[in-house]
């Protein structure tokens, strides 16, 4: 029986007629039969490293059900272009229930290698730094442990949270993530996030749609760069670990790397998993660095239902201030940094663009109304001969 699978109609593209020879037969295409939210996914792995099933169906397929979710899945995972690793996922309030609480069975799926080429391919990714940071793994090789997952699934969880977040709102034009980031050798930050902000001059409704990721062009008078570098702590590491990385901050912001590297200075967000961790770290850090900058939370904090994690409760490690992310940090010449609010919190519910995301996609439509004939036709079979 021949696949079932087929190319996403575009309503926005015009599709170009089909190659043929000089005898009319069809120029067969060696390159795997993508469609375009196939590749949106690859793209998000290639940035967040690691997606569970249920925020894969978020990001790219809400209008598929579970199981039609796995079926495009396992199209990906019979070309080697994604991999996956089984998990057992508990909420961020039953931690310290593990064993009381039910585990949910589940897998997590990455970028491989031959899907981050397949990338370079089709060339689309238009920043070329942004395509060689993004993260991929041998399908066959030595997949991630237990002891990472849980850490690495929290960072993706608030990236996506931001990236979705983000991509609906007017006042966004640009969005840059990346998991393992290196802005230099000497440190590893667990994830970069810069939202291009536009507070004077917000998209129109009718942009706003798929995710506006960097594409390499150059901010515009106008707009904005928040930068905020996202540290998970999984609560098993001792606080000097913490402390050189927050030192490691101070460090690098003195001698310029991050302007240099990012045109600016960055946020240090500290995820961590207790509020008493939280106070723990925020004294260690007023010793190191009294005169720094970054912020502290936990899931449940951070987690706002009505607003999303961009405007969760996050305070200030210097002096436990409630500090909004999206502010404008700018260095002045002496090194200090200055604060300017960007965007208050109704403003940014006021620049959302509801999308229907439960609106059926053509293919889908055309699959619903095909099902719709076909119990006809047996209705109506029955009818006949039961006369």
Partial sequence: MPSAKQPAARSDKAIAAPLTDKRGGLVPSALPLLDEREVLLMRLLGRLDLLTLTQIQQAVYPTYTVRGVQKRLHYLLDDDLIWRVQTRLVAANHAAEYAKVRKQGAFAYGLSDQGKELLNTLEVEHDPLGFARLVSRDPKGRKPDLRTLSHDLQVSWWCLNVILDAAENRY???????????PEKSQRIDALIILRLSPDHPRAAEDVGPIPFFDGTAIQPG???????????????????????????????????????????????????????AAQIAREFQDIWPTGWGVVGTPMSVNSVRDGVLWGTYKTLTNAAPYDLLTHMIVERQGRVQYFP??????????????????????QETARKAGQARAARAQARQVRQQE
């Fill in 223 to 277: 707009e904005i760069d928040v930068r905020l570098a996202l540290e998970v702590d999984k609560g098993t590491e001792e606080l000097k670990v913490l402390l050189e990385k927050s030192g490691k901050y101070r460090d690098l912001h003195k001698v310029g790397i991050y302007t240099a590297t990012l045109g600016g200075p960055v946020l240090p967000v500290f995820l961590v998993q207790t509020a008493r961790r």
């Fill in 342 to 363: 960007t965007l208050s919190r109704e403003e940014w519910r006021n620049g959302i663009v509801s999308r229907d995301r439960m609106q059926r996609s053509p293919v």
């Fill in 172 to 182: 966004c034009r640009k969005i840059y993530v990346q998991t393992e980031f290196y």
